[in-house]
């Protein structure tokens, strides 16, 4: 069944600029914001579904800048929507004259308003693109909940960075963290990473989600990629997430957590790590997790602190996160 559409893989090789060229021929880092300036990759680019034959499977077309993309088509269905876990298939495809276009062994594929159209062994499947969103999206904070950010007031952060559109920023060069610390406890949080199409891992759309100020949860355009620990939901130098549920740039995403610190006894010692159960999407990437402290935060003591967020040089936007202290 699988063999109507063999993709090919690619290796991608990067060259860094010469010493000797001058700053101004040198690429500039670019991240956009909205879809209205994101030019016609991010048209592109994004989540597709259908069947190829009979077997149902979703794709991630990803944005590599200039008219280049690769994709990740998997078997069953989406990430957290059908995918089996197991089957994927990878291409490249590239825009010239106007039409973005992949070609393998015994197929050719095109995607054009929204509709991937793939012609192989005689006949024509096509994949619709579709906006997927999260579940808790927009969730609203219940009673008792501690308001952290609601689009009106950052008074809650330190230092406080109120954006464009009623949205919250990362902070100072030292990211934000709450002025309060929490000890146990349940989080929801919404994020947007921006679309930045001529960058890749660490450069595209890096933040981070420090629970205790000590423990990161990865922020980061990772669609379509692996789901390792240093990527989006991944738990760094701890814990890949199960899935890697990362949306397209520019979507609204979701983290809902529930965190339980360390405890430790009459002398102070560890007696039991803090755990952690994080869904991302609504999806769970985390089931009960036992952390250890991770680089970057501001304490290593395993003890309450706040949450934190992280300053990676990338305008990724933050609301609606609210917290639940737990008795």
């Known amino acids: 069944m699988h063999r109507y559409w063999k993709f090919s893989v690619v290796i991608l090789c990067f060259v860094a600029a010469s010493p000797l060229m001058s700053q101004e021929k040198r690429r500039q880092k670019v991240a956009y914001q909205n ?3 994101a030019g016609p990759d991010f048209q592109i680019q994004g989540e597709y579904i259908g069947k190829l034959g009979d077997q149902p499977v979703g794709t991630q077309v990803i944005a590599k800048g200039e008219g280049k993309f690769e994709s990740v088509t998997f078997i069953g269905g989406l990430p957290g929507a059908g995918w089996n876990g197991e089957e994927k298939l990878r291409a490249t495809w590239e825009t010239k004259d106007g039409i973005t276009k992949a070609s393998g062994d015994g197929y050719e594929a095109t995607i054009s308003n929204g509709v991937i159209t793939v012609k192989h062994s005689g006949r024509t499947d096509e ?3 579709l906006h997927r969103e999260s579940p808790t999206l927009a969730k609203s904070a219940p009673d008792g909940a501690i308001v952290l950010f609601n689009g009106t007031s950052v008074d809650q952060w330190e230092p406080g960075d109120l954006q464009e559109n009623g949205l919250m920023g990362v902070g100072g060069p030292g990211g934000t963290r709450t002025k309060q610390a929490f000890e146990n406890f349940t989080l929801h949080l919404e994020f947007r990473t921006p679309f930045m199409p001529m960058e890749s891992g660490q450069s595209r759309g890096n933040s981070g989600m420090y629970l205790g100020d000590q423990y990161e949860c990865q922020i980061l ?5 692996e789901g390792a620990d240093n990527e989006c939901g991944g738990i760094y130098k701890n814990s890949k997430p199960k899935v890697n ?23 102070g010692k560890v007696v039991s ?11 769970v990437i985390h089931d009960n997790l036992e952390l250890a402290v991770t680089p970057g935060g501001g304490r290593s003591d395993q003890k309450p602190g ?10 990724v936007r933050f609301r609606n996160i609210w917290l639940v202290e737990k008795k």
């Open 306 to 315: 706040p949450l934190f967020l992280q300053n990676h040089g990338d305008p």
């Open 273 to 283: 790590p803090a755990r952690v159960t994080i869904k991302h999407n609504d999806v």
């Open 127 to 129: 994949l619709k693109r």
């Open 245 to 267: 549920m990362c949306f397209p740039p520019l979507s609204w995403q979701t983290y809902d957590v529930d965190f339980t610190c360390a405890k430790f006894d009459a002398e």
């Open 35 to 37: 879809a209205k300036d």
């Open 221 to 225: 355009d990772s669609f379509g990629l």
